[in-house]
Nanobody, 124 residues
Framework: QVQLVETGGGLVQAGASLRLSCAAS????????IGWFRQAPGKERESVAA????????YVTDSVKGRFTISRGNGKNTVYLQMNNLEPEDTAVYYC?????????????????WGQGTQVTVSS
């Protein structure tokens, strides 16, 4: 099982930016597809973004398109989610996970255990 740790959340005002990090807690790194997910109060967990093993393919969901960017670090051991122009609707616990990725249907199925996630709260 891939073990990943999310960091970087916080409480910010609308329009602010945050950068979330997803890093391996073991020795396997992140050389496989990684997805970011979020769960807002009263809602189901949803896929937010995904990136291929080499960073060549990326996806972001429509609601964050143009505001969020997913990327890999130079060493490809860390995956980032840059979140700009945050809005209250982005408030959620954000998780990362290894995924089975289909770049044809844009479906991303988590394959690992869920960690604690990192809380993002955006005030108006």
């Amino acid at each position: 099982q891939v073990q990943l740790v999310e960091t970087g959340g916080g409480l910010v005002q609308a329009g602010a930016s945050l950068r979330l990090s997803c890093a391996a807690s073991g020795r396997t790194g992140t050389s496989y597809p990684i997805g970011w997910f979020r769960q807002a109060p009263g809602k189901e967990r949803e896929s937010v973004a995904a990136i291929s093993w080499n960073g060549g393919s990326t996806y972001v969901t429509d609601s964050v398109k143009g505001r969020f960017t997913i990327s890999r670090g130079n060493g490809k051991n860390t995956v980032y989610l840059q979140m700009n122009n945050l809005e209250p609707e982005d408030t959620a616990v954000y998780y990362c996970n290894a995924v089975q990725a289909s770049w044809f249907t844009l479906s991303f199925t988590p394959t690992g255990y869920w960690g604690q996630g990192t809380q993002v709260t955006v005030s108006s």
